[in-house]
């Protein structure tokens, strides 16, 4: 800290003046030793005490005064540096109320892009089902049997034939759709095969969840002729579409299925259609008590899986 200009005058003249007062001293002290026999030790101790004294009192007051000043330019050093940190202090409160401030931007920015990425995800999904939906509207458009019928019609031109010549047990349904899928298969075939990718597709898809997924596919189920959902039920008895099974449990696919459209009379038809809807029942109830719950606990989800593949293993 710099020394005060008038402190240092003041420092030089109280030195000035003792060093004057010294020297009158110290020629009193000759002169008197000088002229005076009788001048000894103990008047010089007593004379220099004298003397010397109002010097050291003037020094003790002047060094109480500055000891004082002191004191005072350190009070005022503490309080310029509790107002810096006052002023610190604010600074530090402003930058983390900043910092607060981007942390929400950024957690606002991170649900912004979550909710984009989602509407992105779900976009792109519903551009890829809707397109194989379309293609399989051209399927059966261009599905064709020995110019007997054609589109839709080869539907419920198979169920028929089914119907007409099933024998009622299980090794001669066997048979009879061999005879059957030797003459319909080759448009039938490709038709199965995008109606069972069209459905893995919604099933193995990572967005959707359980109640989504059921949606999509009962808008694909809605798009599907009486005859259609008949002969989609009959071949998952064989073991060209047995595969298919499982998603018809998961999701209630022959949930609106008219009996009338299956062979009449035959225990094998109406077994396996009652124990299908059996176990899409106990799908139903099982997703609809997790509903208000999390739809996508992973527990929920393998006992669903679950539950369609021991309904599978039951014998008709």
Sequence with gaps: ?????????????????????????????????????????NLLGDFLAGWFSPLA????????????????????????????????????QMQAQQLELQKKELEGSKVALEDQSKALNLQNFENIFFSLVTSLTRVIDSMDISEICKGRAVFTYSVNNIRRYFKGDSSSFANQYDSYWNQAGEHLGIYFRLLFRIVKFVD??????????????????????EAELGLLFINSMDERGARFTRFIIKYDLVDNLVPDTLPLGYVYFQKHLEKCKMASDAVNKLIKEQEYKDIKNEVFLKNIEDLCEVSLNVPI
């Design 204 to 225: 193995e898809h990572n967005y959707p969840n359980i109640l989504g997924k059921r949606k999509y596919v009962k808008l694909l189920r809605s798009h599907l002729s």
């Design 1 to 41: 800290m710099a020394e005060n200009p008038e402190k240092a005058t003041v420092s030089s003249w109280a030195l000035f003046i003792s060093c004057v007062w010294s020297g009158v001293g110290a020629g009193l002290v000759a002169h008197s030793y000088a002229t005076d026999n009788n001048f000894t030790l």
């Design 57 to 92: 009192f003037s020094w003790f007051i002047y060094a109480v005064f500055m000891q004082r000043d002191e004191l005072v330019e350190a009070r005022k050093v503490a309080i310029l540096q509790n107002k810096e940190l006052a002023e610190t202090r604010k600074v530090t």
